[in-house]
């Protein structure tokens, strides 16, 4: 079981560290998927973790690990992505020691199966796992233990959400979960989406319960407006959703 690795533990987290030492945090953008690729890590431990890396930007992200004198324990997807190729298999090769994390509900491979309730552990912080389906089946969201913020995914993004029209989406079930498992969270909770198009970085709870235009919304009509986005299919699709089953690592030709 991956909780054993991961150091789950079924109790409440203390918040942050008696030093009050913040957290360490980077969010660096890939520009071809518009994915925001974020770098979490304990400024007395040196351990971290790395959210939703990208292939190509992957040797950019080791990079910055190194030069932090950092040790990335975890390179941790939010769900199998159909718009680029995760960059965690190669992740795992550029930083010995590193593991590949993600849902077990995805069914995607990786040295670590994580499910709701479980927590990533890195130093004195830990990531909640909450599993937030609808764009996906297996699509979660990472809370902070103190609350403070949120790794949505594309569950919930800055003004909008993501799609439910292919991978076993389902927008009933996108909005339920958004309002069960995201919009509970503390008004004053930072989100932090896998993708922005516009160029925002960051939102809050409040912001998004009162002003995202799609989740405002009853259920009923939230379901008729994903039903009629009528939205091009993802460039990357044919070649990301297989690679990413395999934790981003495409089989080499014979």
Do not use: W
């Amino acid at each position: 079981m991956a909780g054993a690795t991961l150091r789950v533990a079924g109790r409440r987290l203390s918040q942050r560290s008696g030093s009050g030492v913040p957290i360490l945090l980077r969010q660096m953008f890939e520009p071809k998927s518009c994915t925001y690729t974020y770098l979490l890590g304990d400024r007395e431990s040196h351990e971290a973790v790395l959210i939703d890396p990208v292939l190509e930007t992957a040797p950019r992200d080791a990079q910055l690990v190194k030069e932090l004198g950092l040790r990335l324990l975890y390179a941790v997807n939010t769900h199998c992505h159909a718009d680029h190729i995760t960059g965690s298999g190669l992740l795992r090769s550029l930083l010995p020691g590193c593991q590949s994390v993600i849902s077990r509900l995805s069914g995607a491979q990786a040295d670590l199966h994580i499910e709701d309730g479980d927590s990533i552990h890195f130093g004195r912080f830990a990531l909640e796992t909450r599993a937030s389906p609808g764009h996906t089946p297996g699509c979660v969201t990472f809370v902070l233990n103190d609350h403070s913020m949120a790794f949505t995914g594309d569950a919930l993004l800055i003004r909008g959400c993501g799609r439910t029209d292919f991978q076993q989406g389902c927008a009933k079930t996108l909005y339920h979960s958004v309002h069960e498992k995201i919009f509970t969270l503390p008004g004053d909770c930072l989100i932090y989406p896998a993708h922005d198009y516009r160029g925002l970085t960051v939102s809050t709870v409040e912001e998004e319960r009162t002003l995202n235009p799609r989740l405002t919304l009853s259920c009923e009509e939230f379901v008729k407006v994903m039903d009629n986005l009528n939205l091009p299919k993802p460039q990357q699709i044919d070649v990301a959703v297989p690679a990413n089953m395999r934790c981003g690592i495409q089989t080499p030709p014979s």
